[in-house]
């Protein structure tokens, strides 16, 4: 350890070891209650455990939660006082709880004896989780799965424009545009459909294959991706740690309790007598100086024992040429400007010649300190982000910014691309031959009558047969002792194929709307030659579900190779219209296999600009909200393209969304004054004491050894880049 830790191991000032706190979360869904234990550690947020439960009811929410608290908490021994509540947006009026469920609440932390952090809404917990992941704003239709109910959120750069929540009926994609056609504010919906919950991955392959076109107002076909579990939990948690900690970072969930390290009680914690303690506040409003304070009471000290010794020396140096005075004359010589052995014992004198190496060593080494060393050093600072949008039009008829209107220029592009794919079958279809026999027609009216071919005869069963040709019957009066007159036999085949249609002898077949009374048809022996069995059929979702992902993939390809061909242009992939140019499938809906293939041509057309001309919109939108000792650095502004409408003469209007990131103004010159001749380490934290500095980095030409490294003397060879992490 080295003196300026061992001197500051003893300073009030110096940074303990954190103690973790853990806290509760509660997400209160339409149909389930799930809950988490999770800690904040330095800047890590980890999720130790989660546990849920369905309840009917709100009068069920205090007693379910109970047990999923105790039940996440197991045999911790840890006691969490707080709880963070996750509700849903029906739970909210102008962004306040209503009455009612502030209610329940109030009631539940009574009832829990727990401290309430903070409530939010899970939509907005779900899009900062999502902007945290991805690095970007959401854009995005998210659609989240209970057994009974779905919600659906629709999100565009970062902002929600509504939540729903419907039943669920027989199908997924139906139920999700009957939520989506509620939305009618929305001009044009997000195509990109994000999905969650226990049964969202199972669902994708039906979602892929529903008509989304239809109804709704999507540019194209949606895209269709399953989110992870427990979404709406880690979301909530995350909210709640980031208004702990801004820049949290998210883990995993921990179930090991080895990791988990419970803060010290009262009863273990280190006792310290009420004298020691009031002596320590003492030495603790006495320590008010920095670490540069310390190093120049030490550069005193050492220069003071140094000054000591050169006294005794000459007093010894004294001493010893009175001695050897008296034996020894020695000539006397005019005394020199500077003479190293007057600092020596006289009787080490002779020695002098062979210090001289090492005196020019250790000029030659100084020498090399002054002009050789170089040194990099990187400053990283911490911006401040301002966040914009407008809404931006890209114009092919405008050619200049016009930053009043938000107008930039644009420029029409279009491609044409060509690819195949391949879908497994779903469909299921039966295959077979229907049952064939004769039957006798009887007539008991006293009329005649012509039943034609194709006539329907039904068994008791509901079985349904047809006649094979016209039967003309004559009525009962016709027949001797008027009995019920006789036609036959007469051909009749199944409707449907399979076996069901092999009916024995003698059975009775009801004629068309006739009662069996008058007209009756009956079996003459056994039919025979019902077949049928199951094979697999291409279906109409399956051609649907090829034809999105075919066509997704060269939605993809027109925009890479028209960036290609367009460098210096922004194009926008939601914002290509697509007109399909030749659509040939080697399989026919119900056609029997167990594979099929889609070739497909595709014209996309789209307006590209210049992200230039977005950050000069940047610029002015925020030119007037610069602090003094900052600065807009337009190099690292973000921007995001929401697309919104695609006019038919080529302009696109897109929703902007900017971050414009302000750098702290930093003095150079004093800080290469400052840190001039300094170790390494001395200078970076120098460096990260000042405002707005989150850290450094130092690399040496050349790489000394450790003990040797110092800062350049010369102010040409320390060069200061100042930049974001």
Not at 87 to 115: A, C, F, P, Q
Not at 131 to 141: L, N, Q, Y
Not at 310 to 320: A, G, I, P, T, Y
Not at 487 to 498: D, E, K, L
């Amino acid at each position: 350890m080295s003196l300026f830790d061992n001197l500051t191991a003893f300073l009030p000032f110096r940074k303990k070891d954190e103690q973790p706190e853990y806290f509760f979360a509660l997400n209160i869904a339409t149909e389930k209650l799930t809950a988490a234990l999770w800690v904040v550690t330095g800047k890590q947020l980890k999720i130790l455990d989660v546990a849920s439960a369905s309840y009917s009811s709100n009068e069920e929410i205090a007693s379910v939660t109970d047990k999923l608290l105790d039940s996440v908490i197991g045999l911790k021994e840890i006691e969490p006082q707080k709880i963070l509540f996750g509700v849903h947006n029906s739970w909210l009026l102008d962004e306040n709880l209503k009455d009612e469920y502030l209610k329940i609440l109030r009631g539940l932390v009574k009832e829990l004896e727990l401290t309430p952090m903070a409530y939010v809404a899970i939509p907005h917990a779900l899009i900062n989780f999502l902007e945290k992941e991805e690095g970007i704003p959401v854009t995005a239709i998210l659609v989240g799965f209970e057994k009974m109910h779905l919600t659906v959120t629709v999100v565009r750069a970062g902002k929600l424009d509504g939540a729903k929540v419907i039943q669920r009926g027989e199908s997924a994609g139906a139920d999700i545009e009957k939520a989506l056609l509620t939305f009618a504010d929305v001009e044009t919906l997000p195509s990109k459909i994000l999905i969650y919950g226990p049964a969202a991955a199972g669902l994708k392959p039906q979602l892929l294959s529903f008509s989304w076109m239809s109804k709704l107002s999507f540019l194209h076909i949606p895209k269709i991706e399953v989110l992870e579990e427990d979404l709406e939990i880690k979301s909530i948690c995350l909210a709640g740690g980031s208004e702990i900690v801004a820049d949290i970072k998210f883990t995993d969930i921990v179930t090991s309790q080895t990791e988990i390290k419970s803060p010290l009680t009262p009863e273990e914690k280190p006792h310290v007598p009420e004298e020691k303690a009031k002596e320590k506040e003492e030495e603790k409003e006495g320590f008010g100086f920095v670490v540069g304070d310390v190093a120049e009471g030490m550069k005193s000290e050492d220069q003071k024992i140094v000054e000591e010794e050169k006294s005794k020396n000459l007093q010894e140096v004294d001493k010893q040429e009175g001695v050897e005075g008296q034996e020894l004359v020695v000539p006397q010589q005019p005394p020199s400007k500077f003479n190293l052995s007057q600092f020596l014992p006289k009787i080490k004198r002779l020695n002098i010649k062979l210090l001289l190496p090492v005196v020019l060593a250790i000029g030659a080494i100084l020498t090399a300190y002054i002009f050789l060393v170089k040194a990099d050093v990187k400053i990283f600072v911490e911006p401040k982000v301002l966040e914009k949008d407008a809404t931006v039009v890209a114009d092919p008829n405008q050619k200049e910014v016009n930053e009043e209107d938000k107008v930039i220029p644009g420029q029409i592009v279009g491609i044409e691309v060509a690819g195949s794919g391949k879908e497994s079958a779903s469909g299921r279809r039966q295959i077979g031959d229907p049952a064939r026999g004769i039957v006798n027609v009887y007539n008991a009216t006293d009329q005649q009558i012509t039943l034609k071919a194709g006539q329907t005869l039904t068994t008791d069963s509901g079985i349904k047969f047809k006649l094979d040709k016209d039967v003309p019957i004559a009525s009962k009066s016709a027949s001797a002792a008027s009995s019920p007159s006789k036609y036959g036999p007469v051909g009749a085949t199944a409707v449907s194929i399979g076996g069901d249609g092999n009916i024995p002898t003698a059975m009775e077949l009801k004629v068309g709307n006739y009662s069996k009374a008058d007209v009756v048809a009956i079996s003459e022996g056994n039919f025979s030659g019902g077949t049928s069995k199951e094979m697999t059929v291409v279906s109409t979702g399956d051609q649907q579900r090829l034809l999105a992902k075919v066509s997704s993939d060269l939605r993809q390809q027109a925009q890479q190779k028209l960036q290609e061909k367009y460098p210096d242009k922004k194009i926008l992939q939601e914002a290509l219209s697509e007109n399909i140019i030749k659509k040939s499938y080697n399989k026919n809906i119900n056609d029997a296999a167990s594979e099929f293939s889609l070739n497909l041509t595709i014209n996309y057309k789209g307006t590209a600009f210049e992200d230039s001309d977005l950050r000069t919109i940047v610029s002015k939108l925020v030119d007037t909200q610069v602090p003094d000792n900052f600065q807009l650095d337009l190099s690292s502004t973000e921007t995001q393209a929401d697309v919104s409408k695609l006019e038919k003469d080529g302009k696109l209007i897109f929703l902007a969304k900017f971050k414009a990131k302000l750098l702290p103004k930093i003095d150079t010159d004093k800080i290469k004054n400052n840190i001039r001749f300094k170790t390494p380490q001395d200078a970076i934290d120098y460096i990260k004491g000042m405002d707005d500095i989150l850290g450094a980095e130092i690399q040496m030409k050349p790489n000394l050894p450790f003990p040797l490294q110092r800062l350049p003397i010369l102010g040409r060879n320390l060069r200061i880049e100042v930049g974001l992490k």
